[in-house]
């Protein structure tokens, strides 16, 4: 007989556990440190540059948002977004920096794989309301470069985005520059990996603009704008992010080119729009300020302040846990081991 069937025959199921109903792994723990997501395996078509394409011909506007981590990236799938940016935002909202110019590539790494996982476990979505036919999707994925992991030379962006994608488990990239970075997106796209770029404002060189200031405000600016946004799409970008211009320049800047703009801050004559999830769903203190294009859609702040406080309350009342929080002891069991410690202090 051989081992794996001498195993096969020792390693029989206990008997009691015939009785018992089948349970998922997530209904039989007992730990705090479950999962978010479901056991049930995800039946959903993958959003890819093509569905973003046909979308774009479409004209069916194209939904972005940021995420940071696994529950930023799951409540994002859930909700249908056609794209979820792991933006390097994240310095700010996630790690408490500054700017962006403090987040390192390793650190990015980390926050796109936490996201990455989100699609495989989200097992709900809403349906889109313009094509019926994508009801069951999970999203495109973007990480971005951080600043300096791509710009010394165009080998070392190549060498950063096959990371982020081989490590951080996204499909996309982006990196923020115009024509100043033309040549390291083709380097980029001509080894197969596909490039969101990023023009207009550009937050990690906004010391060198002078800060967070809108751009495109002049004839002379607002062609600036479009020759970035020409130089990424020649380069090979599959779309391109305009940030903080005028309306009515990104609507022009959009009917020149050939490729989606996802606009932030750039009007709704944009291919789709892209808003940072903290600031869009009120996860923040009051007073913290907003950029005058940012729409507040929640006030998580609010509802988990309030159960925190409640909770807080109810610990020093003694009203939580209450009876059904707890797991149950037979009478016998409970008084046996009331009869040992008996013994014991004696």
Not at 37 to 51: H, L, W, Y
Not at 158 to 169: P, T
Not at 178 to 191: F, N, V
Request: with cysteine; net charge positive; proline share 6%.
């Amino acid at each position: 007989m051989s081992t794996f069937v001498r195993f096969r025959i020792c390693f029989k199921r206990p008997a009691f556990s015939a009785a018992r109903p089948f349970l998922t792994q997530s209904q039989v723990r007992w730990s705090s440190h479950s999962p978010m997501g479901s056991a049930t395996p995800s039946t959903r078509k993958k959003v890819t540059i093509s569905t973003l394409r046909l979308m774009y011909k479409k004209g069916e506007p194209i939904t972005m948002i940021t995420a940071h981590d696994f529950p930023s990236g799951h409540v994002g799938d859930a909700a249908g977004m056609d794209m979820v940016l792991v933006g390097d935002s994240l310095a700010m909202v996630a790690l408490g920096m500054e700017d962006t110019s403090e987040v390192l590539l390793e650190e990015m790494l980390l926050h796109c794989r936490s996201v990455s996982r989100a699609a495989k476990t989200a097992f709900t979505v809403k349906p889109l309301p313009t094509s019926t036919d994508r009801e069951l999707t999970t999203y495109v994925q973007v990480g971005d470069l951080p600043m300096g992991s791509y710009e010394i030379s165009p080998e070392q962006a190549l060498q950063s985005a096959i990371r982020v994608v081989k490590e951080g488990r996204v499909q996309s990239i982006k990196l923020e520059g115009g024509r100043e970075m033309a040549s390291t997106i083709r380097k980029i796209t001509t080894a197969g990996i596909p490039v969101l770029g990023h023009v207009g404002l550009t937050p990690q060189r906004q010391n060198a603009l002078g800060g967070f200031r809108v751009q495109g405000k002049t004839s002379a600016g607002a062609m600036s704008v479009l020759e970035d946004a020409l130089a990424v799409q020649e380069a090979g970008c599959f779309a391109v992010v305009l940030e903080a211009i005028p309306q009515e320049v990104a609507s022009l800047i959009t009917q020149e080119l050939s490729i989606p703009t996802i606009g932030i801050g750039a009007g709704n004559g944009c291919s789709g729009q892209v808003l940072v999830q903290v600031d869009m769903t009120g996860h923040f203190p009051p007073g913290r300020f907003l950029p005058k294009f940012v729409k507040k859609y929640g006030d998580v702040w609010s509802e988990a302040h309030k159960a925190i406080s409640t909770y807080r309350d109810e610990v020093k009342s003694r009203a939580y846990p209450a009876p059904e929080h707890t797991y149950p002891i037979s009478k016998e069991e409970l008084e046996a081991f009331s009869r040992t410690l008996d013994e014991r202090r004696k």
